[in-house]
């Protein structure tokens, strides 16, 4: 099964994703801690872009970044924690974070 990493943003940067013809595939979200646009907008703007792509299967794939030291890399635990909650209650599919 192949795993699309959806770009932040609107749907025309995702033109690396072919139309769907039937074939399982998953559809994942890189998460920048620099990001100026907070959790719920992230997720917000996967969602829309995943659905409006469709065909897609669980587990939607949350890719982290590499955990810096200290109590930064706890900051971005929780983001990601909170996250996958709002995708899996929006979505109504489990997450996975990789």
């Not at 039937?22 to 907070?38: K, L, M, N, S, Y």
């Not at 872009?49 to 982290?64: K, M, N, Q, R, T």
């Not at 200290?70 to 599919?93: C, F, Q, R, Y």
Request: hydrophobic content about 35%; proline content about 11%; glycine content about 8%.
């Amino acid at each position: 099964m192949t795993v699309y990493v959806l770009t932040k943003g609107s749907h025309k940067r995702n033109v690396h994703v072919p139309p769907y013809d039937g074939t399982p595939r998953q559809f994942a979200h890189r998460w920048d801690p620099d990001d100026v646009e907070d959790v719920p907008h992230q997720a917000q703007n996967f969602k829309l872009c995943a659905d409006a792509l469709g065909g897609y299967v669980a587990p939607i794939v949350l890719l982290a970044p590499p955990l810096p030291e200290g109590p930064e890399a706890d900051h971005i635990k929780v983001n990601l924690s909170d996250w996958k909650s709002i995708i899996e209650t929006g979505m109504g599919v489990p997450v996975e974070i990789r």
